[in-house]
């Protein structure tokens, strides 16, 4: 099943990539030290504040549920235009603007930042279990809840 049709394309963002991303919907990876990493995405109409027509949400999440980091794209970074942004790793209150270039690139930017997040505290960044998250899950991943 196809949620994007042939003619959709958002700046640069064609249907195979949107449709990879759309694929870490809801999934879960675990780290050796229990650390997990977590994905939302969701198609949104085409708006100025997402003009991907993309919403997402990816959080590196210690054993207690709490987020160290994070990048999404869910409310605006203040003092700037930029929905796109970064949470910074263990500073998740200060936000930098992220410059979406496409859904690869944010993967890829993503488990880049894990990996340097893993490097700096000595975790081993190799994934021990993944799973998929049902509905009930939502809460730690939801717009401007700090876990």
């Not at 999440?61 to 999404?72: E, I, Q, T």
Request: charged share 30%.
């Amino acid at each position: 099943m196809s949620f994007i049709s042939s003619d959709d394309i958002w700046l640069g963002v064609t249907d195979e990539n949107m449709l990879r991303l759309l694929g870490y919907d809801r999934r879960r990876f675990w780290l050796e030290n229990g650390w997990s990493i977590r994905f939302r995405v969701a198609l949104v109409t085409v708006t100025p504040t997402r003009p991907f027509g993309v919403k997402y949400s990816f959080t590196l999440h210690d054993v207690d549920k709490a987020r160290l980091l994070g990048f999404d794209n869910a409310h605006g970074v203040a003092r700037a235009q930029a929905y796109d942004h970064r949470h910074r790793f263990r500073r998740t209150a200060e936000m930098v603007p992220y410059n979406f270039q496409g859904a690869d690139e944010l993967i890829v930017d993503f488990f880049a930042a894990v990996e340097q997040a893993c490097r700096q505290e000595g975790v081993v960044f190799e994934f021990v279990d993944e799973d998929t998250e049902v509905e009930d899950d939502d809460e730690a991943d939801e717009p401007g809840n700090p876990s």
